[in-house]
């Protein structure tokens, strides 16, 4: 069984790391966004996973271990700031939350 | 030798009570900002005495006595050392500054006893006497400068001591200014001093002189740069023409102040300066006569305007101005000894007179208008034999103390190396209206009836610490001439003999020092007591008795049938307004429409409000992008991100 060529890989990376931006700047939910920055960390995550395999090291595993638990962490907090934003606005909508302006 | 070895003792104790009274003196009584403003003069008048006592012993080939302290600036050849020198003409100013300090010290203690910062004058003098012995003691003209600097300033200082009266204020600044011309004149000389001698040093620059005697090393034509430009300082700081217009509105200080600064001492220094830097304008004939020219032109010029004027102390200010003049047309013919014989005297003399005049406006509480006096001679009796003695002394009455002196500066310009008859002439002229306008004052002042009001004025004497250096000083304005005594009977006087080192040491060649007088003794005499002086002081005397004592409606038909030129003495020959209107209105103008409109208005600001308004600007644009909607945020990350990414991929290319 021939190896997927690394390629492949980082292709699927980048169109899912590129879905995640498409969302992240045109969607208005903010638990949507959210979903979105997961997406392209794992995005990031696969392309990491990817690299290591490919030249054989561990340092890009490491680095994947590092971003899931970061990544749990934020989305802890994340969750955290949105329910507390909810209960003061009633809304989701990110283009109403705009108050942090000049 | 102490003192000779510890010199900077001497400038020290005057800048100790200096700080003392300046810093602390606002919590002290008044006993105690006396003993130290008082002491610490009276301490550096007793190390003069000291200084005068082992300078007697010392050999002659130690004279001048240089010592050396500490280098103060080094840049390349430019050496500066803070040294200080002795010589007979040191001794002579130490003396006169020390003695009349003290007594003016003294004198104030009266003087401003009511007055409001009272330790802040006694700090103010005790500066002042500080920058003059430096500037007496320096043996460099770096130092000097610097003493004559601070003179100005602590003049500054004194003059607008009441500094809530505008007048006061004006004139202190114009105190200053009009020094500083002269200033800029005495700077450019310095520099070309170095320039040409390598050297600031004035036994340095002297030697060179003496060895470059023969050959062209050193060129006239720079040599008579040099000396005008100094002497330029010297116009300004001794107040001659043109530059004389500050000394007059200088009144407006303190009188004892008028009569340290603006009469005894710092105006002195430009005569001290010239006969210090005597090698070099002996070899400069062209700057000696300009300086015999001012000296005698000021002497004639500023005499006339003291006829008519009525302020006691503006007469005696416009007097000073003409003594210092005929200081200057004695060093300019070449009689050096002369011209500081005269400075010595009146020092005394007219230190006198400006105190006496100090107690008479004192008892006449402040009024300085001698139209209002008259009759004062039996109300401040003691004061009034003072002053009596005083224009004896500067009217050249014989053996007074002007006599000898004056007389010699005129004997000097009629007959000795320089002469020249027409400055002779000139200050002839003018010591006839000096007799004038001084007996005037004396008879308008102590004479006739009282025309104050008797039951608003309440004349009396000034007390003792007033007193006292009146008598002191009207001793030495009689006794103060009598040093040049053998002179009468045809020898060389003391003064000149003790002088002669310092005047002939690096004369030019072929030129003695002191010319030895010729005529026989009993003829010298005659001479000197039938001559143009002596008659022409007794004529003043005479015109001023029949004037204001014997008719007097006289002056008053004279100023009328005379009105134009009456009206144009009184008015000071308009000088005050041609200066305003020359200098002063163009300069303001141009301050106003050129440099404050167009270079500040325009240009500085211009450039900083525009670096403002463009960054305000751009601020205010830039603005726009922080909307508070975090997916324009969002896309503004995504840009910046793919912006980087670009650029490495981009980079990464190019170092491939």
Redesign the interface.
Known sequence: MSIVPISYYLVLSAILFGLGIVAFVFKRNIITIFMAIELMLNAVNLAFVAFARAHNQLDGLVFVFFVIVVAAAESAVGLAIIITLYQNRQTLNIERINLLKF | MFILDHLWIIIALPLLGAAINGLLGKNFSKPIVNSVGIGSIALAFLSFAELVREFAQLPAEQIPWVKTYFTWITAGQFRVDFSLQVDQLTIIMLGVVTFVSLLVHIYSTGYMAHEEGYYRFFSYLNLFVFFMLTLVLAANVVLMFVGWEGVGLCSYLLVGFWFLKQSAISAGKKAFITTRIGDFGFTIGILLLFWTFKSVDFGAIFKQLVSAQSDAAISTSVLTTICLLLFVGAVGKSAQLPLYVWLPDAMEGPTPVSALIHAATMVTAGVYMVARMNPLFSRAPIALFVVALIGALTAFYAATIGLVQTDIKKVLAYSTVSQLGYMFLGLGVGAYASGVFHLMTHAFFKGLLFLSAGSVIHAMGGDQEMPHMGGLRSKIPITFWCMFIATFAITGIPGFAGFFSKDEILEAARSGPNANVWLWLLGLIGAGFTSFYMFRLIFLTFFGEPRYDEHKVHVHESPYNMTVPLILLAILSTVGGWAAAPHLVGGTDYFEKFLHPVFSMYAPAGVEGTPEAVEAPGIMLLHALTGWPVLIALAGLLIAWWFYIKSPQTPKKLAESLRGPYTLVLHKYYVDELYNAVIVQPLLWISTNVLWHVVDEGVIDGTVNGVARVSRDTGSEL?EI??????SY??WV?IGAVGVTVLMLGLWGMVR
């Not at chain 2, 922080?626 to 997916?631: E, T």
Request: glycine fraction near 10%; avoid cysteine.
């Open positions: 603005r922080q909307s508070g909607n975090a997916r969002a896309t995504v």
